[in-house]
T-cell receptor, first 113, second 116 residues
């Protein structure tokens, strides 16, 4: 598959562990945030999103936490599986007419069986 | 499978040449976005079209242009290619502006451009 980056921060976990991937976003005015997963050779895939009027949102095995005070976003993956191995990107946006997504650099998650 | 298709999957060309990348959005999506992903710059937004009209512009070089056709497919034209243009180019689509769980951006599989 295609490599998306050679110098990404990497998180290595064991299957079954909980994973936490962190992201510092840049614009204090951003009010919409998304986590994407990118597997080797594929395009980014939507995982979960959160608006700035919330500080936590849960999905299936995933939770996103937002701390606007320190401009920090995290993605928690419960009971991590080998299929979760991928690069994870956070993205931020303003909820205004012409705003688009700004992606972070990404974190590579490696899950060992 | 996101429903967004991109062709070609791979493209190898020489410096100075011009290429066209093609994207078909998901059925019903009116917005198309183009992104460039390189090893040193990450995923960079280039341009967005909504229902045929340019809506937002990012870090797109003047040598690059795009358009969205009446059938909503889009093409990204890259000209006077340089070695540094080698990257993955992704197209994404959304119903409207891609800022809600019910209106997220869906990405295609990408086109790998190699400029020699």
């Amino acid at each position: 598959g295609e490599s998306v980056g050679l110098h990404l921060p990497t998180l290595s976990v064991q299957e079954g562990d909980n994973s936490i991937i962190n992201c510092a976003y840049s614009n204090s005015a951003s009010d919409y945030f998304i986590w994407y997963k990118q597997e080797s050779g594929k395009g980014p895939q939507f995982i979960i999103d959160i608006r700035s009027n919330m500080d936590k949102r849960q999905g299936q095995r995933v939770t996103v936490l937002l701390n606007k005070t320190v401009k920090h976003l995290s993605l928690q993956i419960a009971a991590t599986q080998p299929g979760d191995s991928a690069v994870y990107f956070c993205a931020e946006s303003l909820n205004s007419g012409y705003s688009t997504l700004t992606f972070g650099k990404g974190t590579m998650l490696l899950v060992s069986p | 499978d996101s429903g967004v298709t991109q062709t070609p999957k791979h493209l190898i060309t020489a410096t100075g040449q011009r290429v066209t990348l093609r994207c078909s959005p998901r059925s019903g999506d009116l917005s198309v976005y183009w992104y460039q992903q390189s090893l040193d710059q990450g995923l960079q937004f280039l341009i967005q079209y909504y229902n045929g009209e340019e809506r937002a512009k990012g870090n797109i070089l003047e040598r690059f242009s795009a358009q969205q056709f009446p059938d909503l497919h889009s093409e990204l034209n890259l000209s006077s290619l340089e070695l540094g243009d080698s990257a993955l180019y992704f197209c994404a689509s959304s119903v409207e502006f891609g800022r809600a769980s019910t209106d997220t951006q869906y990405f295609g599989p990408g086109t790998r451009l190699t400029v020699l």
